[in-house]
């Protein structure tokens, strides 16, 4: 089953509204999550790293005021996107990395966002 | 920054054929990563390769991870129906991942 979790695995919204976006570990504690971003028929792109307990770090590009990083728990990180408009229409991955099995990375199962 | 080139983009096959595909970058990876990533979910891993030269097999995969460490190829031999999708290299750094193009495998029965 799944080790690291994401909800929703789809959601529609209007622009100029906020979602957000979940990401769970589920059997083991990740002081850093990533997110990362997939257009249709596109690679992943890395977007940020999230820090339990402190600050997000993005990347080159992405902007901080507009996708919000919350790492909460040793066990959640959650994406919001505010205000948000049809460009932003993607697919949203997770991924989380149990330092206690070796370092394995673990994605999540994704979610799609439409902005309508 | 960091990136990496994947090729091919995509692949058309007959079933039961082999396939072959690569990943060269500019930069050294300390640790080369396989996916597959089926329509509208995330990455699966499939191979990880740790060490320079390493040759690893999963099942009718196989990749390895070059000398150099800038590069690495993925094999799949004797392709099934269950293969098709979108397979991707990437590199590790730190706990980040650059990831290739991806390669589009389409197999005909």
């Known amino acids: 089953g799944a080790v690291v979790s994401q909800h929703p695995s789809r959601v529609i919204c209007k622009s100029g509204t906020s979602v957000k976006i979940e990401c769970r570990s589920l059997d083991f504690q990740a002081t850093t999550m990533f997110w990362y971003r997939q257009f249709p028929k596109k690679s992943l792109m890395l977007m940020a790293t999230?820090?339990?307990?402190?600050?997000?770090?993005?990347e080159q590009g992405v902007e901080k005021d507009k996708f919000l990083i919350n790492h909460a728990s040793l066990t959640l990180s959650t994406l919001t996107v505010t205000s948000a408009h049809p460009e932003d229409s993607s697919f949203y991955i997770c991924?989380?990395?149990?330092?206690?099995?070796?370092?394995?990375?673990?994605f999540g199962e994704g979610s799609w966002l439409t902005v309508v | 920054g960091q990136q990496l080139n994947q090729s091919p983009q995509s692949m058309f096959i007959q079933e039961g054929e082999d396939v072959s595909m690569n990943c060269t970058s500019s930069s050294i990876f300390n640790t080369w990563l396989w996916y597959k990533q089926d329509p509208g979910e995330g990455p699966v891993l499939l191979i990880a390769l740790y060490k320079a030269g390493e040759l690893t097999s999963n099942g009718r995969l196989t990749a390895q991870f070059g000398i150099t460490r800038k590069d690495s190829f993925l094999n799949i031999s004797a392709s099934i129906p269950s293969d098709v999708g979108i397979y991707f290299c990437a590199g590790q750094y730190a706990q980040k991942l650059v990831f290739g193009q991806g390669t589009r495998l389409t197999i005909n029965p």
């Open positions: 991924s989380a990395t149990n330092r206690v099995r070796g370092n394995t990375i673990y």
């Open positions: 999230s820090n339990e307990g402190s600050k997000a770090t993005y």
